[in-house]
């Protein structure tokens, strides 16, 4: 079977889906800033930041590779349309990140940690859509055999498969900030930490355990040893009192009655074969 080659209406078709993902993309850089704004635990805001250099370089990336398939922007459909979108939201997401700064971002949330955990759930949705673009674009692209797109999709997707995983990863200690504030609960909340005294009974405990059932263990062997030695004890005893010869009761009953008449018969023929005592006859 001969490969496709892509052909020009090939390229514009993968070049509309990869500028639907760059359009996302530039969204998201903007989108980030904000959120990093609005992120008060360190690793959150680590994990944003680092995720923002991929989102730039992803950015460059597709920029580049729309450039190398060389379609015709005139013959790319939206995208005039998707060019608005982009300056759109840019101005948008600025006026949100200079919001996010000031006193009016407790406006959107209830807490400022329920603020933080709306964050999460934007940057969460954000990355499944990312990975439904990249999804698409690498169907698409290994179909018409572009195999060098088909590739870039798989390495962003997986980019933003790891993103979900790291916001999963934090995602329950940020709720449980959030329950703690909002719906405050003492005996719930209560996590006390173990002292000194507590981990050194513990250990002790658990040392006791282990020698116990050490013992336990040596014990019983020893017991199946000594039983062991006993029963070969006597039955070395009961050979050497018989010399080692059979029992008349070990004897089967067969051949005990076997063995009788052969005795009778050989006495009655050395009787028969006595002479008869001499008797006084008379003269």
Same mark, same amino acid.
């Given at each position: 079977?001969? %490969?496709?080659? !892509?052909?020009?209406?090939?390229? =514009?078709?993968?070049?509309?889906?990869?500028?639907?993902?760059?359009?996302?993309?530039?969204?998201?850089?903007?989108?980030?800033?904000?959120?990093?704004?609005?992120?008060?635990?360190?690793?959150?805001?680590?994990?944003?930041?680092?995720?923002? #250099?991929?989102?730039?370089?992803?950015?460059?990336?597709?920029?580049?590779?729309?450039?190398?398939? *060389?379609? &015709?922007? $005139?013959?790319?459909?939206?995208?005039?349309?998707?060019?608005?979108? =982009?300056?759109? =939201?840019?101005? =948008?997401?600025?006026? *949100?990140?200079?919001?996010?700064?000031?006193? #009016?971002?407790? #406006?959107? *949330? !209830?807490?400022?940690?329920?603020?933080?955990?709306?964050?999460?759930?934007?940057?969460?949705?954000?990355?499944? &859509?990312?990975?439904?673009?990249?999804?698409?674009?690498?169907?698409?692209?290994?179909?018409?055999?572009?195999?060098?797109?088909?590739?870039?999709?798989?390495? /962003?997707?997986?980019?933003? &498969?790891?993103?979900?995983?790291?916001?999963?990863?934090?995602?329950?200690?940020?709720?449980?900030?959030?329950? &703690?504030?909002?719906? @405050?609960?003492?005996?719930?909340?209560?996590?006390?930490?173990?002292?000194?005294? %507590?981990?050194?009974?513990?250990?002790?405990?658990?040392?006791?355990?282990?020698?116990?059932?050490?013992?336990?263990?040596? $014990?019983?062997?020893?017991?199946?040893?000594?039983? !062991?030695? +006993?029963?070969?004890?006597?039955?070395?005893?009961? /050979?050497?009192? *018989?010399?080692?010869?059979?029992? @008349?009761?070990? +004897?089967?009953?067969?051949?005990?009655?076997? $063995?009788?008449?052969?005795?009778?018969?050989?006495?009655?023929?050395?009787?028969?074969?006595? @002479?008869?005592?001499? !008797?006084?006859?008379?003269?």
């Amino acid at each position: 079977m001969t %490969a496709h080659q !892509t052909n020009d209406r090939d390229r =514009v078709v993968i070049s509309k889906y990869l500028l639907e993902a760059l359009t996302k993309e530039e969204q998201l850089v903007t989108a980030l800033q904000a959120q990093i704004a609005l992120a008060e635990r360190p690793g959150l805001q680590n994990a944003l930041s680092d995720h923002l #250099l991929v989102t730039r370089d992803q950015v460059t990336a597709l920029r580049r590779r729309i450039a190398e398939i *060389g379609a &015709e922007e $005139s013959s790319i459909p939206g995208l005039a349309v998707a060019e608005a979108v =982009v300056g759109l =939201v840019g101005t =948008v997401a600025n006026k *949100g990140l200079a919001l996010a700064k000031g006193p #009016l971002q407790a #406006l959107r *949330g !209830t807490s400022p940690a329920d603020n933080e955990l709306r964050n999460v759930r934007d940057c969460y949705w954000n990355e499944a &859509e990312e990975i439904a673009h990249y999804r698409v674009i690498e169907t698409v692209a290994e179909q018409l055999g572009d195999h060098e797109t088909a590739e870039l999709a798989r390495a /962003h997707r997986a980019e933003e &498969e790891a993103m979900q995983r790291t916001l999963e990863g934090l995602l329950p200690a940020i709720v449980r900030h959030v329950v &703690e504030i909002e719906s @405050p609960d003492p005996v719930r909340d209560r996590r006390p930490e173990p002292t000194r005294a %507590a981990a050194a009974a513990s250990s002790s405990s658990a040392a006791s355990a282990t020698a116990s059932k050490t013992s336990s263990s040596t $014990s019983a062997r020893a017991t199946k040893t000594t039983s !062991t030695k +006993t029963t070969s004890t006597k039955r070395r005893g009961s /050979h050497a009192a *018989g010399d080692g010869k059979p029992t @008349p009761s070990s +004897t089967p009953a067969s051949l005990r009655a076997k $063995s009788t008449p052969r005795r009778s018969t050989a006495t009655a023929a050395k009787t028969a074969r006595k @002479p008869a005592p001499a !008797t006084n006859r008379p003269a």
